[in-house]
C-alpha cells in the first residue's frame, strides 16, 4: 500500500516537472513514505528523520515532508520532536505536500489535473480502501491509519482505465481489509460489485487484491474470484494463530475451526486455487503447544506461502498495555526458524507438482539476469528462452515447467496468448 501511494505522489511530482533524485543528499525536496506496522519500521524512519536534521540545519532551503501511517490523526507530539520537518501528511492525504512545495518552489498548479501521470510498468497496485475497523489487539493500523474509508467505483474505475491505457495488464487491489469494500458507501457496495466492474476493462487482463479478513470473505466474494476469468486464483487470507485462546487474545474474531471451515469452503469452490497466510509466532502467553498447533493448521491447509513474523510489541495498541511480550526474541526465532522450514518442504512438494505442467505467465521483466512473471496463481515463472522469439513485458506466454523449487519455478515458452 505505501508502494502504491509513493509512486501516486511521484506520478504528481512528474507532472509539476519535478524529476527523482538518486540520493537524498542531493535533493532539494525529501519525502519520508513511513510504515509503523513493525516497530523496527518505525524505528528506522526516526533514525532517518534525525540524519536529515543534520542535513536540514546545513542547508535550510531544502524541503522535508513526511507522510504514511507514523502520521496519525494526532500528530502534533510529532511536530514538537522534529520541527525540521516542513509538512506532516496522513497516507493518501498528499495535496497538502503539492500545496507546499508548490508554494516554496513557485510551480504554477494551473493545470495541474491529471492524478496518473507516472508511467507504469506491467502490474500495479490501487489503493481501494484506507484504514481498518477491525481492531486486532496487536494492530497499530488502525490508530494510525483510522477508521475504514472506501473510495468510490467510479474514481476507481478512472484511475484504473487510465493505468490500462499506460499500459498496465494486472492490478491488484489493496485494502488493509479488502473483503469490507464498500460497507461504508452508499448505496453499499461489496468487493464482487467493485471486481466485476473492474473487470470491465478492456486491455486489463488480470485482477488480484490483498488483504482478506476470513470474517468478512463472503460466499458472493469467493463465487465472483471463481467465475471470473481475469481473477487470479490467488487468495491470501492471514490466519495469524493456529489456537483458539490465542486467536481469542489477538481478538480476531473467529476460531481455528472456523478458519478451517472457510478455506476448505475455498477449496471446495474453486478447486485449484492457491492460499498464503500470515502468521504471528509468540504472540503474549502463546506456549509452546499453542504454537504447535500453529504448525498443524500449515500442514493441514498446506499454504502455497506463509509470511511469518515474530510478534513485537506497538505502543498504543491493546496488547501492548494489557499483555506481556513474555517470549524471548531466541525463542521467537526458533519458531520463525520452524515455519519457514515446515512450509519449505510443503513448498517444495506442492511447486514440483506443478513440473510438466503449462502456466500462463504474465511477463513482468527481469529479475537477476532471468526473464521473468507471474502465474494466474501467483507463483513466480522464470523464463529460459532462445533469445530469438521476441517476448515483451506485458504479453501473456504459456510456459511448460522444467524446474521448481519452494519459491519459484523455470520453465520454457510454448505459445504466446
Ligand atoms: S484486520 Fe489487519 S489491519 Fe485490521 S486491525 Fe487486524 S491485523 Fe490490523
Known sequence: MNKSDSEMLAGQFENLG?????SFEDADIMVLNTCVVRQSAEDNAVSLLNKIKLLKSSDDQKF?????CMVGPNFRNLSEQFPHVDVWARPQEFNSIINLVCNRFNINLDGFLSNVT?????????SVTHGCDKFCTFCIIPYRRGREKSRTINELM?????YVEKGV???TLLGQNIDSYGHDLRPRKDLADLIQKVHEIKGLDRIRFLTSHPNDMSIRIIETIRDLPKVCKNINLPFQAGDDIVLSNMRRGYTVNQFLDKINLIKKMIPNVTL?????VGFPGETRLQFENSLNVLREIEFDKVHVAGYSTRKGTVASRKLNDDISIEEKKIRIREVNDLQEDIQYNKNHRLIDSQLDVLVEGHKRGNLFGRAMNDKIVYIDFDGETKINYGEIIGVNITESSPWSLRGVPVTKL
Open 276 to 280: 498464503t497466510t500470515d502468521l504471528i
Open 18 to 22: 519535478i524529476i527523482p533524485d538518486k
Open 64 to 68: 522535508l515532508a513526511v507522510m504514511g
Open 169 to 171: 495488464r494486472e492490478v
Open 118 to 126: 507516472e508511467k507504469p510498468g506491467v502490474t500495479k497496485f490501487i
Open 158 to 162: 478512472e484511475e484504473i482505465i487510465i
